[in-house]
């Protein structure tokens, strides 16, 4: 019998960990008797390991990953779709997905990675700053982040777990980040394999300061870089590459936490009642992760930063948007 395991992700770094966990892995995964295919990748080299095209049932990627997978006499197929995590998706197309994994295999698990939602805010909130989406403080923001039934797991996993046709896992993140991810997801879904090793680290996150100084700049190119817009492929790429720069200069070294106690309260009590039904359904269980309501927040204001620090943050502004403008054919 054939067991298709169907990993759609979790939060940003628990899907970035597993895909660059799975990359450097593959050969142990193979070894193991694991088949992570190449047909429904979005680009053909080892390090792209995520079945994005696999998200579209229509895709042709399907009829070429059924056709590698019968040349394969690998027990287990082990793929990456973050595209499938949305609650949003129409009834039908969830349908015409599940009628093309049971094309492909006997058995069908689809695993998710459960993280409390004051983490996946926090980290969204980071993804939004460090991608000069928002400038806004966390405090303002998170209300209407805690509002989005996208950080309801029952809304957006009950596709999954009510549907019949498939076997749904939810590893708890504590489980996830105890060893390796690929092997966490595997073993909740009954394949064990032998030590895959150790877990590539997430990517790197803004601190408190990067946090700062990248409101500021968000604020400064949106006031004065004409044409400004996050969403563009080169603004994306600067984006991006700002975040190595800030890194270099230590801004992502200590960990981000913008909640405050109150605020974190209020966001712990909304999602209460939801998450101990979801836990009850999927584990038999009470809420079994912890919530950090008490974690010291960690936002500065730039007013209360020494003198060396604010000619550094100005610095960074000023050359950040400089290169904006350049690349972008205008001066800021």
């Known amino acids: 019998m054939r067991r298709l395991v169907v990993f759609i992700g979790g939060s940003r770094s628990s899907a970035s960990t597993f895909q660059r966990t799975l990359a450097r892995s593959l050969k142990q995964v193979a070894g193991a008797g694991v088949l992570v295919p190449k047909a429904g990748r979005r680009a053909n080299k080892p390090t792209a390991v995520s079945h994005q095209r696999l998200a579209n049932p229509k895709d042709s990627s399907w009829q070429d990953l059924r056709a590698e997978v019968d040349q394969s006499p690998a027990d287990t197929v082990l793929v990456m779709i973050p595209g499938l995590l949305k609650g949003d998706d129409s009834h039908a197309r969830h349908e015409a997905v599940v009628h093309c994994m049971s094309g492909v295999a006997d058995e069908i698990v689809v695993a998710s990675v ?55 896992v939810g590893v708890p993140s504590t489980d996830y980040t105890a060893g390796n991810p690929v092997q966490a997801v595997l073993s909740a879904a009954g394949v064990e394999t032998p030590d895959l090793g150790e877990a590539v680290p997430p990517p790197a996150t803004l601190g408190p300061r990067g946090v700062e100084a990248n409101r500021l700049l968000t604020t400064f190119l949106r006031a004065e870089a004409p ?14 590459a700002a975040l190595t720069r800030a890194d270099h200069m230590g801004w992502c070294a200590r960990p981000f936490w913008g909640w405050t106690t109150s605020s974190a309260q209020r966001a712990a ?7 101990h039904r979801f836990a009850t359904e999927i584990w038999g269980t009470d809420w079994p992760l912890p919530v950090e309501v008490d974690r010291p927040c960690t936002q500065i204001d730039f007013l209360d930063l020494d003198f060396e ?11 950040t948007a400089n290169r904006v403008a350049v690349r972008l054919g205008r001066s800021a």
Request: proline share 3%; net charge neutral; aromatic share 12%.
């Open 227 to 240: 044409g400004f817009k996050p969403d563009s492929p080169k603004v994306a790429a600067m984006s991006k």
């Open 309 to 319: 620090v604010v000619d550094q943050i100005q610095n960074y502004v000023l050359n």
């Open 269 to 275: 009590d909304r999602f209460a009642s939801s998450n």
């Open 114 to 168: 459960v993280t409390d939602q004051l983490g996946l805010i926090n980290e969204q909130y980071l993804h939004l700053i460090a991608n000069w989406r928002t400038s806004a403080r966390l405090e303002n923001d998170a209300w209407k982040l805690a509002t989005n039934d996208t950080y309801v797991h029952e809304y957006m996993l009950r596709p999954w777990y009510r549907d019949s046709a498939v076997r749904y």
